[in-house]
T-cell receptor
Framework: AQSVSQHNHHVILSEAASLELGCNYS??????LFWYVQYPGQHLQLLLK??????LVKGIKGFEAEFIKSKFSFNLRKPSVQWSDTAEYFC?????????FGTGTRLQVFP | DTAVSQTPKYLVTQMGNDKSIKCEQN?????MYWYKQDSKKFLKIMFS???????INETVPNRFSPKSPDKAHLNLHINSLELGDSAVYFC????????????FGPGTRLLVL
């Protein structure tokens, strides 16, 4: 079965800093990959997804992610974070009929 | 318009009680899911239903029983609640089983005392 690793458990940044959150999945073949965000006290919202095609995926709120098949990675990036990006970020991979989530990365952005 | 809704939002109860959480989606999706998010924010799937039929049951104690009266609703009933059941429970739906994006509800925060 698939598994997902998010190595950054807690990231603290100042506003305007660049962000990169790591995500690795366990095995190859055709993969569907997702990044979800959970703002404090709220439900999960989809940031972006990769199914096929261009490995550089643009999402909402200025986020993007790059699928690198050779590295089994799908890292999330944003060139300049804002205080409002403070949230929990989850990478997920589709495994047959279900989503397997990583353990999440808590991002804190200070003004 | 709320795409995936859950009730109640908060649930505080004593050990040993039986409680239910309701979920409804108005997206016309065929598949619905229940996830549990523990205190460390780890999200794990519990159940999935496609068109009222159970398709995923992820080693969840049989105290948990999902029920899908129609494809727009997936309720979760929990018998004999235990302290370890305290978590946030998220409902989600997707258009086709195993395909596409899953849309999540706002979550139900369950606290068992």
């Amino acid at each position: 079965a698939q598994s997902v690793s998010q190595h950054n458990h807690h990231v603290i940044l100042s506003e305007a800093a660049s962000l990169e959150l790591g995500c690795n999945y366990s095995y190859g073949g055709t993969v569907n990959l997702f990044w979800y965000v959970q703002y404090p006290g709220q439900h999960l919202q989809l940031l972006l997804k990769y199914f096929s095609g261009d490995p550089l995926v643009k999402g909402i709120k200025g986020f993007e992610a790059e699928f690198i098949k050779s590295k089994f990675s799908f890292n999330l990036r944003k060139p300049s974070v804002q205080w409002s990006d403070t949230a929990e970020y989850f990478c997920a991979v589709k495994d047959t009929d279900k989503l397997i989530f990583g353990t999440g990365t808590r991002l804190q952005v200070f003004p | 318009d709320t795409a995936v809704s859950q009730t109640p939002k908060y649930l505080v109860t004593q050990m040993g009680n039986d409680k239910s959480i309701k979920c409804e989606q108005n997206l016309g999706h065929d598949t619905m899911y229940w996830y549990k998010q523990d205190s460390k924010k780890f999200l794990k799937i519990m159940f999935s239903y496609n068109n009222k039929e159970l398709i995923i049951n992820e080693t969840v104690p049989n105290r948990f029983s999902p029920k899908s009266p129609d494809k727009a609703h997936l309720n979760l009933h929990i018998n004999s609640l235990e302290l370890g059941d305290s978590a946030v429970y998220f409902c989600a739906s997707s258009q086709v089983v195993g395909m596409g994006t899953q849309y999540f509800g706002p979550g139900t925060r369950l606290l068992v005392l």
